[in-house]
């Protein structure tokens, strides 16, 4: 949270290395959930759906965008080249976007506790 607040003060150089930091996380809580097995396809997929993405940040952080804005009209992610690992098949994408929420806040508390107090 302190980077939000310091967000405008902050050179090009460290709202980069925020981005990364977080796109770090991201992933770490996404993959295990979600397997991205065609970037091309979610690439196309959140350009035809009209969903904002930074190119740079990655794939993970580009799902976490589309279920963000289509969790609930999404049938399924295979046709952004994506789908859920086994274990989470039964889930729906509404949930699946909260697991990852609820995973993104509990490993950004962790880090934020082990590197910034």
Known sequence: MHEVV???SYSEHEKQAVMQR???????????????YDEAAL???LDYQHV???EQAGP???ILELL???ANSIDTLE???????PQFEQLNLEEVREQINKDFYTL???HYQRYFQ
């Open 6 to 8: 310091n967000w405008n």
């Open 22 to 36: 977080i796109s770090a996380l991201v992933e770490q809580v996404s993959e295990p959930i979600i397997e991205v």
């Open 43 to 45: 690439r196309e997929g």
């Open 52 to 54: 904002r993405f930074d």
């Open 60 to 62: 993970y952080v580009w």
């Open 68 to 70: 963000k804005v289509g």
């Open 79 to 85: 046709s952004f080249g994506c789908r859920l690992r």
């Open 108 to 110: 950004s508390e962790v």
